[in-house]
């Protein structure tokens, strides 16, 4: 069974940092592509940062690029999203999800939730001004 943990929200001030944390059980997150998901209440769930199960570089929303990073740490079996220069608008509920598939998709393909097999409880950010 795979289960995806998250950690690391909070509330911090604008212009801040944070480290989101996505434990996985069940699956190796080295074999599978993960991705950084947000919401909002009264909104769709939107993309924000996915790394391949090839590798490669990373694939971010244009709202976070130059700012969040994410990365794993395999031995730990573990996603992580870097968080800095927080803005307001960050402010959102974060989860972490995998894609069971392993093929080579563009990187629009990956900004669809539907193409997610796994999703975690999530983690909320708030982001104070």
């Known amino acids: 069974q795979v289960q995806l943990v998250e950690s690391g929200g909070g509330l911090v001030q604008a212009g801040g940092s944070l480290r989101l944390s996505c434990a996985a059980s069940?699956?190796?997150?080295?074999?599978?592509?993960m991705a950084w998901f947000r919401q909002t209440p009264g909104k769709e769930r939107e993309f924000v940062a996915v790394?391949?199960?090839?590798?490669?570089?990373?694939y971010y929303a244009d709202s976070v690029k130059g700012r969040f990073t994410i990365s794993r740490d395999n031995a730990k079996n573990a996603v992580y999203l870097q968080m800095n220069s927080l803005k307001p608008e960050d402010t959102a509920h974060y989860y972490c999800?995998?894609?069971?598939?392993?093929?080579?998709?563009?990187?629009?393909?990956?900004?669809?939730?539907?193409?997610?097999?796994?999703w975690g409880q999530g983690t909320q950010v708030t982001v104070s001004s």
């Open positions: 790394i391949r199960w090839s590798g490669g570089r990373p």
């Open positions: 069940g699956r190796t997150v080295s074999s599978y592509t």
């Open positions: 999800a995998e894609d069971e598939a392993r093929a080579f998709y563009s990187d629009s393909h990956y900004r669809d939730p539907r193409v997610y097999d796994y």
